[in-house]
């Protein structure tokens, strides 16, 4: 069964760009595969921001990989534009770049999200560059009360929609006022 209101861990640590050798055959790779050097990035500091799912919805998400996955992309995506966007908040557009994870470190299925954000983003009007505060990118608390809300909308939609499967001990979650509950 799920709990009512389930936990999702977000995490924000500044990164800071890697330099990379300057060799021949190192600057050809990264022609041919895409890396860039720290030099070509933005000249701001970026952060790591991580959405991960609780264990109830991991378990979920083991037999409906697509939908699910695809879910957890877009809620990532959609809280980050749109805290950022909250005049409030930055008051920009930001650009970000998603992976997905869907191991934890121990080897069991733990689904979460790296991404890395530039700290700041182009005003409204796209005519300026807005900067978030130095060390400081968007508050824990509410990007996760967004993502939660905009993950558990997305996952009764699924259900609605019967594009999530069940199977074992989570056959019952099928029905809707189980699900729901």
Known sequence: MLPAVPSAAITILPTIPARTATARNVRDR???TGW?????????EYFHVVFTLPAEIAR???WNKKAVYGLLFKASAQTVITIAADPKRMGARV????VLHIWGSALTHHPHIHMI?????LSPDGTRWVACKPGFF?????????FRRLFLDGLRDLHRAGQLA????LAELADADT???
């Open 30 to 32: 990264r022609r041919a």
């Open 36 to 44: 860039r050097r720290a030099e070509d990035l933005l000249p701001v």
């Open 60 to 62: 979920i998400a083991f």
């Open 95 to 98: 650009g970000m770049t998603s």
């Open 117 to 121: 954000v530039p700290g700041g983003g």
């Open 138 to 146: 968007l508050h824990v608390r509410v990007l996760s009360r967004l």
């Open 166 to 169: 069940f199977f074992g001990d």
């Open 179 to 181: 699900f729901t509950a």
